[in-house]
């Protein structure tokens, strides 16, 4: 990460923690604790742009869930993915499975990111991969792989597929401001969201996922607004998008929790 970079995520940093921390701190004990958050947050900003780690290839998924991604992601998602656009598939994950994801969830060493220090995400995150998660979890982390080694089947070595997925979970008003997953030097191609949210959550319930599929180009803003696909995260639903794509996670009315996995690059 260059000097400038860094300069700027310090100044920003610094910026936001002032705001957060308020006046009514001793000076010395304020000035310290916003050089402490500032520096976090530049960290933050350095592992976002760091090499990806090994990667395997997604190819290793077993035949009976390659076989159900076939039936459940059709030549058209994955056609829509690899055109640059967002694709949603309800049902991905049976009502079952889900519940039982999400109650392992519960287990999990959840903590805040270094990026909450200057606002910019209200989650608590925890990796997971198959081997070592709980086996409800463990299984879902293998059905997104295996949705990896669908979208790469049809150009071989296009895609590969990290051995950790990540669980995110917002308490009720928590959001993700506007960003994109893939960094300078992080190889990230596709981003996987499975959500592990409870049947009867609604749309009235918020907690949409926002991607801008203009976001490529410099579209004037009606273009954009008409291209912003709103996802709901209703439980057992995934949905995929090219992860250079800008989006956001809206606040919800209830806690929502989600399994993400980042597909990078076969080269990378």
């Known amino acids: 990460m260059s000097t400038f970079r860094d300069a700027r995520v310090l100044a920003v940093a610094r910026a936001a923690a002032s705001r957060r921390l308020g006046a009514d701190l001793p000076a010395d004990a304020r000035a310290r604790l916003v050089e402490e958050m ?7 900003a350095r592992r976002e742009c760091a090499p990806p780690p090994p990667c395997a290839p997604p190819a290793y998924a077993s035949a009976p ?4 991604c076939a039936a459940l992601l059709p030549d058209a998602v994955v056609a829509r993915v690899r055109g640059g656009r967002a694709a949603v598939v309800d049902g991905f994950a049976p009502a079952a499975a889900v519940a039982a994801a ?4 519960e287990s999990l060493p959840l903590a805040k990111t270094l990026q909450a220090a200057v ?6 995150v925890a990796w997971v991969d198959e081997v070592s998660a709980p086996p409800a979890l463990a299984a879902c982390v293998a059905a997104l792989r295996a949705a990896g080694a ?9 895609l590969a597929a990290p051995k950790r997925a990540m669980v995110a979970v917002y308490e009720p008003g928590g959001r993700y401001a506007r960003h994109r997953d893939r960094g300078p030097r992080n190889g990230r191609a596709v981003t996987a969201i499975l959500y592990l949210n409870p049947g009867d959550w609604t749309e009235g319930d918020g907690g949409c996922l926002v991607v801008d599929e203009t976001s490529r180009n ?8 008409a291209r912003a ?7 057992g639903r995934l ?3 090219p992860s250079d794509l800008e989006h956001e996670v809206r606040p919800a009315a209830r806690r929502r929790a989600a399994l993400t996995l980042w597909f990078t690059d076969g080269g990378a």
Do not use: C, E, K
């Not at 606002?119 to 608590?124: K, N, P, S, Y």
């Not at 669908?150 to 296009?158: I, M, N, Q």
């Open 239 to 241: 949905v995929l998008f």
């Open 218 to 225: 410099a579209a004037p803003p009606a273009a954009r607004a």
């Open 38 to 44: 500032a520096a976090a947050a530049v960290i933050a």
């Open 102 to 105: 999400r109650a392992a969830v």
């Open 150 to 158: 669908r979208l790469d089947g049809a150009h071989p070595g296009w």
């Open 229 to 235: 696909v709103a996802v709901a995260p209703l439980g």
């Open 65 to 68: 869930l390659r076989a159900r």
């Open 119 to 124: 606002g910019a995400r209200d989650d608590a």
